[in-house]
């Protein structure tokens, strides 16, 4: 286990490498472009070859990219060009009401999913398992925006339950964050589900649960103690790879809800052309992802330890 996890961190860094270098080379490579952006576009080239000499652009390409890193490292991304502030200020609090949403999204969706996945795959071909499929399908296909606006016209604007934005001004509110995780778990759970559906089946027709029941083990043993188990492996790499979607996938319904989250950020930055903001979003958003790999590779083997990974 612990060589498995040295190699898989040694492979995370390497990708971080590899990644920062070709960022950094795609945006600060044409330094009068970088001091375009942030002097604005009627500076004159004399002011943009003195801002590149007072803040280190002339020095080697390396030395700068070495630089950038290090303070990167340590949480200094620079001034965000939009904002005004550091990018730090704003990139923090962007990700931790990110990670609430993803949270309680993660709290009612695995809880669901996995359950309702092996109530039909327990028993294949029944009513119930018809059921979950098809409610599963239905939820999935039906994106984001649209379900959205779905339920903002229920609970927003026929109800009157719920406000139908989530900019939460006055601090958290249960009634505003309400709508962005219900959306979520609506369109996300459905996927989680058939894929537990689908290991919970194939494993309930493998020979060592046959034996066990015609041994006289109790059917909820069973389940609980055999077949779970193995049935878990194909949802938990689902569910584990649905952290890069809340971290930078989920822009439709933070912007549409107006939530100040990660994925807003990112479009607002992008949008507006801010170098350092989309370069500190960018790393963050790749080290998740390899970090939740990280995370899948380390729970297959405790899942299951007849798999093992070179």
């Given at each position: 286990?612990?060589?498995l996890a040295a190699r898989r961190f040694i492979s995370m860094a390497l990708?971080?490498?590899?990644?920062?270098?070709?960022?950094?080379?795609?945006?600060?490579?044409?330094?009068?472009?970088?001091?375009?952006?942030v002097l604005g576009p009627y500076s004159s080239t004399e002011q943009r070859e003195?801002?590149?000499?007072?803040?280190?652009?002339n020095e080697p390409f390396f030395e700068r990219y070495v630089s950038w890193v290090g303070n990167a490292l340590v949480g200094d991304f620079g001034d965000s060009i939009q904002f005004k502030v550091p990018?730090?200020?704003?990139?923090?609090p962007r990700l931790a009401n990110t990670a609430i949403l993803a949270g309680l999204y993660m709290a009612f969706m695995i809880?669901?999913?996995?359950?309702?996945?092996?109530?039909a795959g327990m028993k294949e071909g029944s009513f119930q398992d018809r059921?979950?499929?098809?409610?599963?399908?239905?939820?999935?296909?039906v994106p984001e925006f649209?379900?959205?606006?779905?339920?903002?016209?229920?609970?927003v604007f026929w109800l009157g339950w719920l406000p139908g934005t989530s900019a939460m001004t006055s601090g958290f509110s249960w009634a505003e964050i309400f709508l962005p995780v219900f959306v979520l778990v609506m369109y996300g759970f459905g996927y989680t589900t058939r894929m537990t559906r689908a290991s919970m089946a194939e494993v309930m027709t493998s020979h060592y649960i046959r034996t066990a029941v015609?041994?006289?083990?109790?059917?909820?043993?069973?389940?609980?103690?055999?077949?779970?188990?193995?049935?878990?492996?194909?949802?938990?790499?689902?569910?584990?790879?649905?952290?890069?979607?809340?971290?930078?996938?989920?822009?439709?319904?933070?912007?549409?809800?107006?939530?100040?989250?990660?994925?807003?950020l990112i479009l607002d930055s992008a949008l507006f052309g801010d170098i350092y903001l989309i370069e500190a979003c960018t790393l963050v958003a790749v080290f998740v992802a390899v970090f939740s790999q990280f995370i899948s590779d380390i729970g297959y083997t405790l899942l299951n330890p007849r798999i093992r990974f070179t």
């Open positions: 286990m612990l060589i990708i971080m490498v590899v990644i920062s270098f070709t960022l950094f080379a795609i945006f600060e490579t044409d330094k009068l472009a970088v001091a375009g952006k003195l801002w590149l000499e007072n803040n280190g652009y990018v730090s200020e704003i990139l923090w809880p669901l999913s996995l359950t309702l996945g092996v109530i059921a979950v499929s098809v409610g599963s399908v239905l939820t999935t296909s649209a379900s959205a606006t779905f339920f903002t016209a229920i609970f015609l041994k006289g083990i109790p059917y909820r043993r069973v389940i609980m103690k055999h077949a779970l188990r193995n049935a878990l492996i194909a949802p938990f790499t689902v569910i584990i790879l649905q952290l890069n979607w809340l971290l930078s996938g989920v822009i439709v319904v933070e912007v549409f809800f107006a939530y100040k989250g990660f994925g807003k």
